[in-house]
């Protein structure tokens, strides 16, 4: 038994070496073939969200490759070990373009995570509020429907880049009657419509990171 299980161990690193140096040698070759330090910083996203390597580990069908996280990490190291530029980041990557997968429509996949994995538009996180912080139990910020539009009022804060933000993760309050951890509606928000005001919060170092939204 023991030999059986020191056999066992050795042949997954040795099996799952191999993986990673097949798919080394391929992030290797097409960055190669591809990477030209004269692009724009848009131009060479957009060709590593075609081909699939902005977002490795997400489904093929959204512009990845059903990579393991691991791997997924091997298709960063090579890119950056080539000296080209690596895919954008962001919230959009981070927290929007997942969720959007998860339990968006086709309408909103489709309009959305194309640009989100080719960085052409940034998302900034609508969660906390003056007086409840990020306990969304707490959320005053409410969505009401009107026809085919939903009419928001409400305050956010400490919204990291809001005001360079295209998008935002909206999270507002639309059923009043039920317990304060249900009721809450995530929405996709364009932050340069009429009606989104964004103050920047200055620090003592003089930055302003953060922001207060009024919507």
Not at 59 to 82: D, M, Q, T, Y
Not at 114 to 140: K, Y
């Amino acid at each position: 038994m023991s030999e059986a299980t020191s056999d066992t161990a050795t042949d997954e690193p040795t099996s799952a070496m191999h993986d990673n140096a097949e798919l080394r040698a391929e992030v290797s070759s097409w960055v190669s073939r591809n990477w030209d330090p004269e692009f724009s910083v848009g131009e060479w996203w957009k060709r590593l969200r075609d081909a699939r390597w902005a977002v490795p580990a997400w489904p093929e069908e959204w512009f990845g490759r059903n990579l393991s996280r691991g791997e997924a990490v091997v298709v960063a190291e090579e890119i950056s070990k080539a000296g080209a530029i690596g895919p954008p980041g962001g919230l959009g990557l981070l927290l929007a373009g997942p969720t959007i997968i998860a339990k968006g429509s086709d309408v909103q996949k489709q309009r959305y995570i194309p640009t989100i994995v080719d960085g052409s538009e940034a998302w900034c996180q609508l969660f906390s509020e003056p007086e409840a912080g990020s306990d969304l139990a707490g959320m005053r910020t409410s969505a009401m429907r009107d026809g085919d539009e939903w009419i928001i009022n409400g305050q956010k804060v400490w919204t990291s880049a809001g005001h360079i933000a295209d998008l935002g993760m909206l999270m507002a309050r639309t059923d009043p009657t039920v317990p304060k951890h249900r009721g809450i509606s995530y929405f996709a928000i364009e932050m340069d419509q009429p009606g989104i005001e964004v103050r920047p919060l200055k620090e003592m170092t003089g930055r302003a990171l953060f922001n207060e939204v009024f919507i």
